[in-house]
């Protein structure tokens, strides 16, 4: 499992894992900040809940910056979901439905971050780049 510390501390670390240095990582992470808390959290049932919100297991991908990395980190090399779970100590299953989730979350803050609307992204060429 990777030391998420070490990586937040060390800007080599920082790059070699997100592809982004200091800067760029912390202004990323304010418009990632904004965009995670205005997504709902899936569920994967659909039936009444038996617990309140917020009991239950504790993800384990815990604060902002371990998602931002674990998103940053898959885009920028593509690993099977199999080894991502195992740097980031996650099921594969697990890793997968994090890449999903966190997609979303990092495209839209890109686009804002960016000062561009999804259509502006859509209509030049369809492809928007999600690491720099």
């Given amino acids: 499992m990777l030391n998420l510390q070490r990586v937040l501390r060390d800007d080599r670390w920082l790059r070699a894992l997100t592809g982004l240095n200091r800067k760029a990582f912390e202004e990323l992470k304010s418009a990632f900040v904004r965009e995670l808390e205005e997504q709902e959290v899936p569920r994967r049932s659909q039936k009444r809940r038996q617990r309140a919100k917020g009991a239950g297991r504790k993800p384990r ?9 674990y998103i940053l980190f ?9 080894l991502a779970g195992v740097l980031f100590d996650l099921d594969r299953s697990q890793a997968n439905r ?3 989730r966190l ?4 495209e839209k803050a ?3 971050e960016n000062g561009t609307t999804e259509t502006e992204a859509h209509n030049h060429g369809g492809v928007y780049r999600i690491v720099s």
């Fill in 74 to 82: 898959y885009f920028k090399c593509y690993p099977t979901f199999d």
């Fill in 98 to 100: 994090w890449m999903h």
């Fill in 61 to 69: 991908l815990e604060t902002v910056e371990s998602k931002l990395i």
């Fill in 103 to 106: 997609q979303k979350v990092l």
């Fill in 110 to 112: 890109r686009l804002v």
